[in-house]
């Protein structure tokens, strides 16, 4: 499964982004996550994105382990099993959505 990649790379701005994932189906929306915190094996039943703007993270999709970092996005399919633990001194701040059904 290829869930990791390089938003930085196509937009140099939040705003840019969130009307790309908008433009793709999500309903993007500002999320953070406290230093230190744990959101184990959740699961959704849309297709979900995540994209990094400041801070790191250890994430799990599926059966795949990685880091992610401002300016990464991740891609979950629906109903797949995902953890992200923060692990930056600051919050981790996220572009995520949900794809509109």
């Known amino acids: 499964m290829n ?4 938003w930085l790379e196509q937009h140099t701005d939040a705003d840019a982004l969130k ?5 793709e189906g999500f309903n ?3 999320w953070t996550g406290r230093p230190g915190g744990a959101y184990l094996d959740y699961i959704h039943a849309q297709d979900e994105v ?20 401002s300016g ?6 629906a109903n797949t099993y995902h953890s992200i633990t923060v692990t930056s001194k600051e919050p981790l701040v996220v572009l995520t959505g949900m794809r509109s059904t």
Do not use: F, I
């Not at 869930?3 to 390089?6: I, L, N, Q, V």
């Not at 995540?50 to 970092?69: I, R």
């Not at 990464?72 to 399919?77: A, C, G, L, N, S």
């Open 3 to 6: 869930w990791k990649s390089r």
């Open 19 to 23: 009307q790309q994932l908008q433009s």
């Open 28 to 30: 993007a929306y500002e």
């Open 50 to 69: 995540v994209c990094v703007l400041s801070g790191t993270a250890d994430v799990k999709v599926a059966d795949e382990q990685g880091t992610v970092e």
């Open 72 to 77: 990464d996005r991740m891609d979950v399919p």
